[in-house]
């Protein structure tokens, strides 16, 4: 069977799978794998019977308690390795009552699967299981084999996920798809070159306390970290050394977002400076202990993001001469610059022939762009020293929020990706 004929079977085969798409979506969303603490052994237990079921052989790693990785394993006759990481830990439901359906049912309705983590990530997960099912059944080896990963702790820097993984060596191959990102449409598709990287701050201010009847007597801890926020928010101002070659795809990028019409003409300013500049979130205050007591600590804790292949080094520098130049006495700082996003040069051999994947599956040129927010892929890049590739079903804009959901759309066109990519690359 020629190479073209093969990827064709394939797609052909997924295009038939809609409604076990969306079941297998459905019940990985009904394991409850909330981080804290993000146990995710039942719903391990589950994806494992189901590639087992299939012949598809099975090994989990883990590094503590009910929290298992598991990676299925579709050998390969043609040289090389390639990854498929995803996760299946998922962010706190919030109130329920904002949910028109229970955030932990995996509701079926209509072309959607709604529920928390059907759309960040468990869709995705339920694509690759069903992609890399298809392809054991039909693709007979001609194809360089295939590692599905399933893991823990994303949503917390993949501690005990694919950061062990990496760190611990379990991670080798020669390319790595992850499956955490919104594809686009069929019209138009796109796909991620890398990620933002964060500088997790955490500013806090000592004061010294009194009762609060004689406020004079004390030092006003909140106080001192109300004065130094807008200095530290003032980073949101510094340039970015931006590598050249990432300048189209961040043009794009911006082109995209901006291409919704809902936007603000504030939130439209905010997004044409999104990569140039660090963007600041003030996300945690903490301070006081008793409406009469002045408090002698508080802390603020901002998530702030910068493009990959830009000097973390050189902003936490800046940070820190403006905490300095604001003069407030008793401000400390716990800047954690980690890793740093992670980038892919546009002309990498992987970049190239994930390209060429998603033009024979869906008929376009996929549109090249950043993702704003963390993957994995910072720890497969960064660590385990392996080229990735980022595509999926996520819907943009739900992740997170009351009423996730993905639709059969998506998950079919992430299948029928997944599917041929291991069919399209050829090691170099």
């Known amino acids: ?31 409850p794998t909330v981080v804290p603490p993000g146990y995710i052994d039942e719903c391990v237990a589950y994806a494992q019977s189901y590639f087992q079921q299939r012949g598809i052989t099975t090994t989990i790693h883990q590094h503590v308690e009910r929290k298992p990785n598991l990676c299925a394993t579709i050998p390969g006759k043609k040289p090389g390795k390639v990854l498929w990481l995803g996760h299946l830990d998922v962010v706190p439901e919030g109130d329920h009552a904002a949910w028109k359906h229970p955030p932990f049912s995996g509701k079926i309705a209509g072309n959607r699967v709604y529920g928390r983590g059907a759309t960040d990530m468990k869709g995705s997960c339920a694509a690759a299981m069903i992609a890399a099912t298809v392809l054991h059944e039909i693709a007979q080896g001609e194809h360089p084999t295939l590692e599905v990963w399933l893991t823990a702790d994303e949503e917390i820097g993949g501690q005990d996920g694919a950061k062990w993984l990496a760190e611990s060596g379990k991670f080798q191959g020669d390319v790595c798809l992850v499956g955490d990102a919104s594809g686009g449409s069929r019209d138009r598709p796109t796909m991620e070159l890398g990620c933002k ?3 997790a701050t955490v500013i806090k201010a000592q004061g ?30 510094f340039p970015l050394d931006v ?70 080094t050189r902003v936490r520098d800046r940070m820190l001469e403006l905490l300095k130049e604001s003069g407030v006495e008793g401000i400390t700082a716990d800047i954690n610059t980690g890793r740093g996003g992670f980038y892919e040069s546009p002309s990498h051999p992987a970049v190239v022939q994930f390209r060429k994947t998603i033009q024979l599956v869906l008929g376009k040129e996929p549109l090249m762009k950043l993702s704003t927010g963390g993957t994995d892929g910072i720890s497969v890049h960064h660590i385990a020293r392996i ?29 029928q990706v997944f599917a041929a990519f291991p069919l399209v690359y050829t090691k170099e």
């Open 1 to 31: 069977m020629s190479h073209t004929s093969l990827i064709n079977e394939v797609r052909n085969k997924i295009s038939g799978l809609s409604k076990e798409l969306m079941e297998v979506t459905s019940r990985l969303v009904q394991f």
């Open 197 to 199: 990287g964060g500088m």
């Open 208 to 237: 010294v306390t009194a009762h609060g009847s004689q406020p004079y007597l004390g030092s006003n801890a909140i106080e001192k970290l109300l004065a130094v926020i807008p200095h530290v928010k003032k980073i949101g101002e």
């Open 243 to 312: 590598p050249t070659e990432l300048e189209p795809v961040i043009q794009a990028s911006i082109d995209f977002l901006l291409e919704d019409p809902s936007l603000t003409p504030k939130q439209r300013d905010g997004t044409r400076r999104l990569y140039h500049y660090p963007t600041v979130s003030l996300n945690i205050i903490q301070g006081g202990v008793k409406r009469n007591v002045v408090p002698d600590k508080a802390e603020a804790t901002f998530d702030i993001r910068i493009t990959p292949g830009c000097s973390i």
């Open 387 to 415: 080229p990735c590739v980022t595509y999926g079903p996520i819907v943009p804009g739900v992740a997170h929020t009351p009423n996730e959901y993905v639709t059969v759309e998506n998950l079919l066109n992430a299948a």
